[in-house]
Structure formats: C-alpha cells, structure tokens
C-alpha cells in the first residue's frame, strides 16, 4: 500500500487527502497549525504538527526526511497547497526525491511561475495578452507609473504568499497619486520593493475569472477543466466562493502555450480575466500546485492527484479521454453564504438568483455526507477562522 504526505489540511489539503484516501494511500496530515480541518477526515491516517515550517527550508526537509524513516515510509508521494511549500519542495528536489514522490516540477521550471514578474515577460514573449504592467526591478517610479497607469490600479507582489502574510490581501487598490505613495510605502514594508508590480485593473466581476485547472506532462494536458466564479471573497480580489465549469478553447489553447513554454509537469491552475474592452483574455498567473477547487474533478469521478501518484510511481496513465464532464457546482459553503448576504444586503445579488444557484447539482470544498467530521469542525471553528483572517 502507498503512503502520501500532505501539506497543511484546510480545503485544498482536505480534498488530497479524500482524493488519496479513497484509493487505498494512508495519508499522513503535515500542518503548522493544529486548528485545521483535514486532521479529521476518516482519510487521514496520522496528524503531524512539525517543531518547524517552511519559513526554515533547511530544518522543515530535515524533519521530513526523519519523519518519513521513524514512519516507516516507502517513498511516499508529497503534495503542497500553497506556494511557499512550492518553494521548499523545489528548491530541494534533488535532495528530496531521493525518499519521496514530489510532485513539483525543478526549480528552474517552478521559478518561471512563482514569481510572476518572470511569468508576465515570458508570456509577452511568446504572445500572450497580459494587463497593462509596470515593475519597480526595471527602474519604473511613483512619478512614472502616475503618468503610464490610469486609476484606479493595483499594486500587487510578484510572489505572493509573503505579501499576504504581511498584509492579508492579495493586492492594494490605488485611486490617486497620494494613495499611490502611501500604498507603496505600506507595500515595501511586507516584501522588497524589486518583487512589487504595478497593474491596470481590468474591468468586469468575477463571472469574467477564468480559471483552466490540469494535470501536466510531457506537453500534454492529461487531464484539464476550466471553471469561472461566480462568486468570490472579497468580490474585487478575492477567493473563489462558488465556482461553475465553462469551455472555453481559447483559454485551454493559452494555458497549453504558456505550460509548454517553461516544460511545465504536475498540477497547476492558470488564471485569466477576459477584458470585455477587446474581448482578450489577459494572463493573471500560473499556480504551480492542486489549487481549491480540485475536487471539481473527483466529482466528476475523476481522481486527478491519484493520477500524480500512479505516474511518479512508474505506472501508465490515459492522456485526456475527452470525458464528457457534468455541470456540477463547487461551494465553499460557509465563505459562500457570508459573501452572497453581503452582495444581496448590497443589491448586487437578488435572493431567487442566489436560491437558483444552490439548487443546482453541486459538490462542497469541504462537507462531505460519509466523511462528516472535517464540515463539522470547520462549522465549529468559524470563530477562529474569521478572527485569524481579520
């Protein structure tokens, strides 16, 4: 029997470990935070809260390597949720795939995606549309992004996990020159100023999101999904809420271009915004991980981080079998219900709008009907939650 490893249990962990769980692995839960809900899934097998994080690459590895032997593992699979685990994985692969699957690409290849100043010049390179971008590392100033930017715009990270730490959003929205000043100075305090972008907003709300989720190889989607959102917290810049499936062949052809340009391998999730000013799609960036929504695909009886594990072990796997996929809803339910209150209280979202939505055939980021126990928790640790976030 397989083993895998899982970094950190909240939804997008959550759902490795029922992806994995449900095919036999035992599934060991890494989190630096005890107060997570993955621990409590009938799929997880052992919970670890590790002395150290990936905030100390060298000593995290470490205990990696320890823990696997004191464990008794054979070479388990291990799987990040966020990009500073992605950080770590990469840049000690040589080092960690002597003892596990990792299921990141090398850094020379993770490094094109993790910091998007790199990704934004290489998808102009080779044609892809981005927003309207200015960087502090090519020598652009305050005065200078003024004059070249209309407002309103953002300023946003090139990498952004150490961004959002400091700051707990993804991006700081600038209406004039004075707010530009007092923004970037808040900005260049969470991360140097060298990482910092500054961006047209391109108009529309989330329903013009497109995201084109897939697992990777060898050139190829094996397999590949693309959803919008409908609904997201907070609605400007925010996390998907209520996610729908959508074909689009322009987004999956511009996913393919850009994965194939850096050799990409694994599961990633490309993100654009589709500018209704000439109907572009404009790149956004590539997420070199399982992103939320993941179990999109499980839904629709398709057991993509399975397939990861069955392909680093050696074993065949079908490239995309055009699958019919259903059109199935996916809701984070409790981030859900208190956005779409807010957008009904702000006459944004009328009631039966909201009624119809729920109706719809749909799947959950986190409640499950035979693995009750991790909805449960969450219910319960919403107080917690909201506090930590705010």
Known sequence: MGSAIILEGHANGLGLIRALGKEGLDVYLLDENKYNIGRYSKYCKKFLKPPYWTDEPERFVEYLEKEKEKLGLNKPVIFPTHNDQ??????YKDRL??????TVPDWEVTEKCYNKIYTYKIAEEIGI????SYYVRDGVDLQKVDEL????FIIKPGIMHRF???TGKKAFKVDDFDELKEKYEEACEAVDPDELIFQEIIPGGPENL?????FFKDGEEVRSLTKISRRQVPMDFGTSTYVEKVESDEVQALSKKILREIDYYGMCEV???KDPRDDEYKFFEINPRPWKWHSLFLANGINVPYMVYKDLNGEKIDFDSDEELEDIKWIDIHTDVYISLKEILRGNLS????ITSVRRKKTFSVFESDDIRPFVMETLLLPYLYLKRT
């Open 97 to 102: 795939k002597e003892n596990f699957l990792v």
């Open 210 to 214: 497109y995201s084109h989720g897939c």
């Open 164 to 166: 959002y730490e400091h």
């Open 351 to 354: 009631l039966g709008d909201y």
């Open 129 to 132: 549309p981005i927003p309207d």
């Open 271 to 273: 993100e654009f915004k």
């Open 86 to 91: 992605v950080y770590v994985l990469s840049k």
């Open 149 to 152: 930017l209309d407002y309103p």
